[in-house]
């Protein structure tokens, strides 16, 4: 099984700043994208950003310029720099691994972290 876990989450004031990061662990064979999404109350689960194994990004049209996803292969790592933080980024943010898990039956799946609160307000 592949474990993710976040960090990072909190409250801010509008204009600020604030950097998730999310690890993976456990039994990995290989990951081949990994990514943020976030849920607001009352809404569905959005895509944030994503970011392939070969550093291919790709970002929902609403933080486009104001957030900047990275990633380390080596440490299987993903991180997201949040600049220009609105009242509408406030949402449960969500780590996710498309991964192969290690051991003898080995299945790609898509994995999820417990999430982390980021909260936008003055």
């Known amino acids: 099984q592949v474990q993710l876990v976040e960090s990072g989450g909190g409250l801010v004031q509008p204009g600020g700043s604030l950097r998730l990061s999310c690890a993976a662990s456990?039994?990995?064979?290989?990951?081949?994208?990994m990514g943020w999404y976030r849920q607001a109350p009352g809404k569905q689960r959005e895509l944030v950003a994503t970011?392939?194994?070969?550093?291919?990004?790709n970002y929902a049209d609403s933080v486009k310029g104001r957030f900047t996803i990275s990633g380390d292969n080596a440490k299987n790592t993903v991180s997201l720099q949040m600049n220009s933080l609105k009242p509408e980024d406030t949402a449960v943010y969500y780590c996710f691994a498309d991964a192969t898990s290690g051991g003898g039956v080995r299945a790609r799946l898509g994995y999820w972290g417990q999430g982390t609160q980021v909260t936008v307000s003055s």
């Open positions: 456990g039994s990995i064979f290989s990951i081949y994208a």
């Open positions: 970011i392939t194994s070969n550093s291919r990004t």
